[in-house]
């Protein structure tokens, strides 16, 4: 298994930004998906922005214009650059890789931001 570890969250303030890294254990070359996922208190894990090998990218809604993706496949790491932060946005941050042939699955342990008004 890929061993994904989180790293960059934090506490900002409202309007705020944070780079959010996550660090494989192995080559990210062949992985097909990295994704990052969020989970607030109370409501379930929601997808928030996904690249795939070939460097398509797509974004849940209500991060579109604020969040970018990024892969680095010669440091093995995925980035989420956060802008604009919003209260909301507050949530542990995981990170997921998604190979299909073989296919295997990883989470990272999560890392906390949280955005204060």
């Known amino acids: 298994q890929v061993q994904l570890v989180e790293s960059g969250g934090g506490l900002v303030q409202s309007g705020g930004s944070l780079r959010l890294s996550c660090a494989a254990s192995?080559?990210?070359?062949?992985?097909?998906?990295m994704s990052w996922y969020r989970q607030a208190p109370g409501k379930q894990r929601e997808l928030v922005a996904a690249i795939t090998s070939g460097g398509s990218t797509n974004y849940a809604d209500s991060v579109k214009g604020r969040f970018a993706i990024s892969r680095d496949n010669a440091k093995n790491t995925v980035y989420l650059q956060m802008n604009s932060l919003k209260p909301g946005d507050t949530a542990v941050y995981s990170c997921?890789?998604?190979?299909?042939?073989?296919?295997?699955?990883?989470w990272g342990q999560g890392t906390q931001v949280t955005v204060s008004s």
């Open positions: 997921n890789s998604l190979q299909l042939a073989p296919l295997r699955t990883s």
């Open positions: 192995e080559s990210i070359f062949s992985i097909t998906r």
